[in-house]
């Protein structure tokens, strides 16, 4: 596959990668909710872009091995775009798994959270840790997402809850950022929770009158997030303070219906969220809302299975021809960097075809950070984000569950973990 309006041809001087040989190679969605997959495939990446795609034979024609500067041989195994995971909380501090214990021993994460637990125990944590402590603590977490194939991550604040640490957050999100291989894509969620002693229409407020124009200052968030969720920020708070986010340039995301449906879906709809994420509770008409608005739903098994909940429907989205983007959520309450054990959950869970669940980690979670770009995608013009997993098939990924598949992952062509 190739595109004469983005065709490169290696002269001195440019940087060349080929990976040939493929099993099957994973070029971008298809038409309805899957994927394309080639057999016996390569791709050739010129400057960390992608130049051709296409059989072996017909990329090595044109981009010979001796030509290329790094080359890698996929044979027997399957290469696929670079994960990416746009629904995280991965800047965090603390522990939490006596909260595992406690939820296995029938306490509810609402239960939890009235106690002063969850969310609200880790705003302890983090605000007592320092800047380097936050900035290491979110780097190991990337390391560990690299390493299972992820190229692009979103991470959210929200476990500052006031704007001194919610400013500290993001700049130990960009500190982490510009150190590391992975794409780390910031997001403001002030309105993650409720500080202790106080209410929450004084929260919202706090959040729309003091934090918003400081991280708007501050210039790093390129999102706004909130959780509208019953005992947490009603669909009005919501709206509201996205409504603000907007006006001071940050896109809308949300979590709507995690627990109840109280009007988050038609929230994102009037805001343009770019994503609703978790829709547990989801209804039709709360589904036709989102996708007549043009919001990608974002869908975490990750949680639903640490929860022991009931599973998003992913099929009422796929069945009426719509696509699905998967995320991790990663966070001390979900505690899962793997986007390929993802894809396990999501066809188990969700009834997803592992062809779904790539579409999900890879184009349709890129649609999720608003990247138009080729991101999730080997099409030519696109970023050489890739990973080779040693299976044979595209499928292999959601089928094995019990090891890490990746060998290889390839970061604008370059080899950054192997």
């Not at 090595?60 to 041989?73: F, K, Q, R, V, W």
């Not at 400081?214 to 669909?235: H, L, N, P, T």
């Given at each position: 596959?190739?595109?004469?309006?983005?065709?490169?041809?290696?002269?001195?001087?440019?940087?060349?990668?080929?990976?040939?040989?493929?099993?099957?190679?994973?070029?971008?969605?298809?038409?309805?909710?899957?994927?394309?997959?080639?057999?016996?495939?390569?791709?050739?990446?010129?400057?960390?872009?992608?130049?051709?795609?296409?059989?072996?034979?017909?990329?090595?024609?044109?981009?010979?091995?001796?030509?290329?500067?790094?080359?890698?041989?996929?044979?027997?195994?399957?290469?696929?775009?670079?994960?990416?995971?746009?629904?995280?909380?991965?800047?965090?501090?603390?522990?939490r798994s006596d909260e595992f214990v406690a939820k296995l021993r029938g306490a509810t994460y609402e239960e939890i959270l009235a106690e002063g637990g969850g969310i609200l125990r880790t705003v302890d944590a983090v605000r007592e840790a320092s800047d380097d402590e936050l900035v290491s603590n979110l780097t190991d977490h990337l390391d560990a997402m690299l390493a299972h194939g992820t190229t692009t991550v979103e991470v959210k604040t929200g476990y500052g809850l006031d704007t001194e640490t919610e400013l500290r957050m993001l700049d130990a999100i960009a500190a982490a950022g510009d150190e590391h291989p992975l794409d780390v894509i910031p997001t403001f969620m002030g309105a993650h929770a409720v500080p202790?002693?106080?209410?929450?229409?004084?929260?919202?407020?706090?959040?729309?009158?003091?934090?918003?124009?400081?991280?708007?200052?501050?210039?790093?968030?390129?999102?706004?997030?909130?959780?509208?969720?019953?005992?947490?920020?009603?669909?009005?708070?919501?709206r509201r303070i996205l409504e603000a986010g907007r006006e001071y340039g940050l896109t809308p995301k949300i979590h709507a219906d995690e627990f109840a449906a109280i009007g988050g879906a038609d929230v994102a709809a009037a805001v343009g969220a770019v994503s609703a994420d978790h829709l547990l509770h989801t209804d039709d008409s709360g589904r036709e809302t989102l996708v007549d608005a043009g919001v990608t739903p974002v869908m975490l098994p990750g949680t639903a299975f640490g929860l022991g909940a009931e599973y998003a429907d992913a099929r009422a989205f796929l069945d009426a021809g719509y696509e699905v983007a998967l995320a991790t959520d990663f966070n001390p309450n979900c505690f899962a960097r793997s986007m390929g054990f993802v894809a396990t959950l999501a066809s188990v869970g969700m009834r997803m075809t592992p062809h779904e669940a790539i579409r999900g980690i890879t184009s349709a979670a890129a649609n999720a950070l608003g990247r138009p770009d080729g991101t999730g995608t080997l099409t030519p013009g696109s970023l050489a984000d890739a990973v080779v997993l040693d299976v044979p098939t595209a499928t292999h990924l959601s089928y094995r569950f019990d090891t890490n598949p990746v060998s290889t992952v390839l970061k604008s062509g370059v080899v950054v973990h192997e």
């Open positions: 596959m190739r595109d004469s309006g983005t065709e490169t041809d290696p002269v001195d001087g440019e940087n060349v990668t080929v990976v040939y040989g493929a099993a099957e190679l994973v070029v971008g969605p298809d038409d309805e909710t899957g994927i394309v997959v080639v057999e016996d495939a390569a791709f050739a990446a010129v400057d960390g872009r992608v130049v051709a795609v296409g059989s072996t034979e017909d990329v090595l024609t044109e981009y010979p091995l001796e030509d290329a500067d790094t080359s890698i041989d996929a044979t027997g195994k399957t290469v696929l775009p670079g994960f990416v995971d746009p629904h995280t909380h991965a800047l965090f501090a603390g522990d202790r002693g106080m209410d929450t229409e004084a929260y919202v407020d706090d959040v729309i009158s003091d934090q918003l124009p400081a991280v708007a200052e501050q210039g790093i968030a390129e999102f706004c997030d909130v959780f509208c969720e019953r005992g947490v920020f009603d669909a009005d708070q919501s």
